[in-house]
């Protein structure tokens, strides 16, 4: 069993920055991409930014020159920062992780995180 356990989040003023970061726990042979979504009050669910296991990183037009992904294998986690938060980066924010069993390396299985709030306001 695989968990993904995050941290960060909470009450940001405009201007600030948030940092978040995700940790997968659990027995798995490795993982592909790992990355966040966020999620708006009557929003559909959007990609904020994701990194493959050697480094590719996309990054969502919406937070793009003002945002920053990393990640360490051997940790198994995975760094985000947005700078400059604006009102309408309030949301709740999934971590993601696509991991690859020991008994199957060639299919992965997503795992989400439970989501941490970040609410941007004064």
């Known amino acids: 069993q695989v968990q993904l356990v995050e941290a960060g989040g909470g009450l940001v003023q405009p201007g600030g920055s948030l940092r978040l970061s995700c940790a997968a726990e659990?027995?798995?042979?490795?993982?592909?991409?790992m990355g966040w979504y966020r999620q708006a009050p009557g929003n559909q669910r959007e990609l904020v930014a994701s990194?493959?296991?050697?480094?590719?990183?996309y990054r969502a037009p919406s937070v793009k020159g003002r945002n920053a992904i990393s990640r360490d294998n051997a940790e198994n986690t995975v760094l985000l920062q947005i700078d400059n938060l604006k009102p309408e980066d309030t949301a709740v924010y999934y971590c993601?992780?696509?991991?690859?069993?020991?008994?199957?390396?060639?299919?992965?299985?997503?795992?989400w995180g439970e989501g941490t709030l970040v609410t941007v306001s004064s």
């Open positions: 990194i493959t296991n050697i480094g590719i990183t």
């Open positions: 659990g027995s798995f042979r490795s993982i592909n991409d």
């Open positions: 993601y992780a696509d991991v690859v069993s020991y008994s199957d390396s060639n299919t992965y299985r997503t795992y």
